[in-house]
């Protein structure tokens, strides 16, 4: 018999708290998830922010590349007018090993700041590589990930070819394929699962899809609504 499926909090709990910041970690762990996923950005002063944006107009009252901020004036914005944004410490200190943290590499040169970050908590804070997922778009990143320290768990995201991500898994042994929900069937859920990987799908919020991808058997569902998974 297969295990539950996992629930993981996609940014957080989206629906609920703007976005990455740390009352939205924060109410996801309020509803036990097995796993919460983040995105992050190197900034200026080379600190690892967790933002899902490469700019500031969306979410915060300052525009512009967040990667041209110091972290000095990162940490002065206000993310939808009340929250501030977090650093990758902040995020792995509130969570505490409470859930798998998933780091999405979203920004140019993230591999080796979260390498690093990675290291220096199962080092010296009791976290283990089990604890941790990092995924990524960007082949390159995932690459030097994988490089730097082939112990870190990986995850291939893709949102438009199942088998074109399985192949590229192989290259770096990659432990899962994150794959946006639009691309998902029940047979290449079973073609990655059959050669080893976790399928973690990706945004699925609305109760008929979230029942259809358990009915598919994947292995965990990215949801902003992780309390109806």
Not at 11 to 33: C, H, M, P
Not at 42 to 64: P, S, W, Y
Not at 182 to 211: C, E, F, H, M
């Amino acid at each position: 018999m297969k295990s539950k499926c996992l629930v993981m909090g996609h940014r957080g709990a989206k629906a609920y708290i703007a976005e990455n910041t740390l009352e939205s970690i924060q109410k996801a762990l309020d509803f036990n998830v097995d796993g919460i996923e983040i995105d992050v950005h190197c900034c200026a002063t080379g600190e690892l922010v967790v933002f899902h944006d490469f700019t500031l107009d969306r979410m915060t009252n300052g525009e512009g590349e967040l990667a041209k901020h110091a972290l000095s004036e990162l940490k002065l914005l206000k993310v939808n007018e009340q929250f501030t944004i977090p650093t990758l410490d902040e995020v792995l200190d509130l969570i505490d090993r409470k859930c798998i943290l998933n780091i999405e590499l979203k920004g140019k040169s993230t591999a080796k700041a979260t390498c690093e970050t990675i290291q220096n908590y199962i080092k010296n804070r009791g976290w283990q590589y089990s604890d941790f997922l990092v995924s990524s778009f960007q082949h390159h990143e995932i690459e030097a990930v994988f490089n730097i320290d082939k112990n870190i768990p990986l995850g291939v995201l893709t949102k438009a070819n199942m088998a074109e991500a399985i192949e590229f898994a192989e290259t770096v042994k990659a432990k899962a394929i994150h794959p946006g929900v639009a691309i998902v069937t029940r047979d290449n859920v079973k073609l990655a699962q059959s050669k080893g990987y976790a399928v973690n799908v990706w945004t699925v919020n609305d109760k008929p899809t979230i029942n259809r991808m358990k009915d598919y058997g994947v292995d965990a569902i990215i949801s902003d609504n992780p309390d109806r998974v």
